[in-house]
Nanobody, 118 residues
Framework: VQLQASGGGLVQAGGSLRLSCAAS????????MGWFRQAPGKEREFVAA????????DYADSAKGRFTISRDNAKNTGYLQMDSLKPEDTAVYYC????????????WGQGTQVTVSS
């Protein structure tokens, strides 16, 4: 499965962005999906995850109340809606997927840059 993340850009603090993760070469509908981010000089960190059916969703504390993860299995695409963005959200955002009932993400997208100006 190949994943393609898009939707990043430059936004002012308080603004919103919607990231997309399009899958090809396989069906995303059979995989759990997550979003991660990596800021300059920092380790990659978990942002949000959604189960295969969407029945279970998890967020990092930093994302709770501001970010919303979703998926459209018919479109083989996942999303991360980011609202009330802060400068500390600046990072490269990656989407990833894994088989259900596993913990290791084995498919990764190339990343999309999100920059939030103050």
């Amino acid at each position: 499965v190949q994943l393609q993340a898009s939707g990043g850009g430059l936004v002012q603090a308080g603004g919103s962005l919607r990231l997309s993760c399009a899958a090809s070469g396989g069906t995303l509908s059979r995989l759990a999906m997550g979003w991660f981010r990596q800021a300059p000089g920092k380790e990659r960190e978990f942002v949000a995850a959604v189960s295969v059916t969407g029945s279970r969703i998890d967020y990092a504390d930093s994302a709770k109340g501001r970010f919303t993860i979703s998926r459209d299995n018919a479109k083989n695409t996942g999303y991360l809606q980011m609202d009330s963005l802060k400068p500390e959200d600046t990072a490269v955002y990656y989407c990833a997927s894994r088989p259900p009932y596993t913990t290791n993400y084995i498919y990764w997208g190339q990343g999309t840059q999100v920059t939030v100006s103050s």
